[in-house]
């Protein structure tokens, strides 16, 4: 692993074990406002482990998508880089301050809107299905292959086939 990993920090209308569900667009303003660079990436929330920086943070259809590096130059960087290249560890967490939130009928806190400052890795994230997976080349060699296939003539009756042609009579002298 060179330490590029992508996830989902958070998931849209999913409760935690908190009993909280983000909204979509909860994040918009946040992002907005800091942007990427204004996000810490820290290992389980905590401020004296900053373990490399985001990439790239967005709202998607899903959630909360993510796109870090891990920094291999810390020890912890590269702990943490082989805990999830193997499995260990794949969970994301979010740090944030509620801006807006409202009760729902169901009885959970719905945040319509936070103040996001830091995503970390975790053991064991608050909302279950905030994961981590590996950013690996063989899915991109494998999308590439599609789109090559995708852009070839499709298959069809073969044209007629040439003759050989024939060699050449020698010349004699």
């Known amino acids: 692993m060179d330490g590029h990993f992508t996830g989902y920090a958070s998931l849209f209308g999913v409760p935690d ?3 909280d569900v983000v909204e979509p667009g909860a994040f918009t303003a946040s992002l907005g406002r800091r942007g990427v ?3 810490r990436m820290l290992w389980q ?3 004296a482990e ?3 920086r985001w990439l790239s943070l967005a709202e998607d259809p899903y959630g909360l998508r993510v796109e870090g ?3 291999l130059g810390v020890q912890r960087g590269r702990e ?3 805990l999830i290249e193997d499995g260990s560890v794949d969970g994301l967490s979010i740090g944030f301050r509620t801006v807006s939130a409202r009760r729902g009928r169901d009885g959970l806190r719905h945040l ?3 103040d996001l400052w830091e995503v970390s890795l975790v053991t064991f994230p608050l909302q279950t299905g905030a994961r ?3 950013i690996s080349r063989q899915p991109l060699a494998d999308e590439i292959r599609s789109v090559a296939r995708a852009l070839m003539p499709r298959a069809g009756p073969l044209p007629p086939r040439r003759p050989a042609p024939r060699p050449m009579p020698a010349l004699r002298a």
């Open 50 to 52: 900053p373990i490399g």
């Open 112 to 114: 319509i809107a936070v």
């Open 17 to 19: 074990l908190g009993k």
């Open 69 to 71: 590096r891990l920094n």
């Open 132 to 134: 981590t997976a590996p």
């Open 37 to 39: 660079e204004g996000v």
């Open 80 to 82: 943490i880089a082989a």
């Open 45 to 47: 929330h905590d401020p």
